[in-house]
């Protein structure tokens, strides 16, 4: 994942994966996890000068096409 893209707030997610966040001034980066097309948020603090940054691109398990999710009440 190009890990050098900062994305701002309104930003729609390119890829699903883990986003390292990065605040203005107030907080130490943190990180995320972010699905595919969500919207990036506003930081309550520091508003639209939050960053992210993609670091691992992932994909929900759900969408594997190999794997196979097991009913819950399955024995």
């Known amino acids: 994942m190009e890990s050098s893209a900062r994305l701002r707030s309104g930003n729609l997610a390119p890829r699903s994966g ?3 966040v990065h605040h203005y001034a107030h907080r130490v ?4 996890i972010i699905l595919a097309g969500t919207v990036l ?13 993609p670091i691992v691109a992932g994909e929900p398990v759900e ?13």
């Open 18 to 20: 883990i986003y390292r």
């Open 41 to 53: 948020p506003r930081c309550k603090r520091c508003g639209d000068m939050v960053k992210f940054v």
């Open 63 to 75: 969408s594997d096409v190999d794997l196979v999710m097991a009913d819950v009440g399955a024995a």
């Open 29 to 32: 980066p943190h990180t995320v």
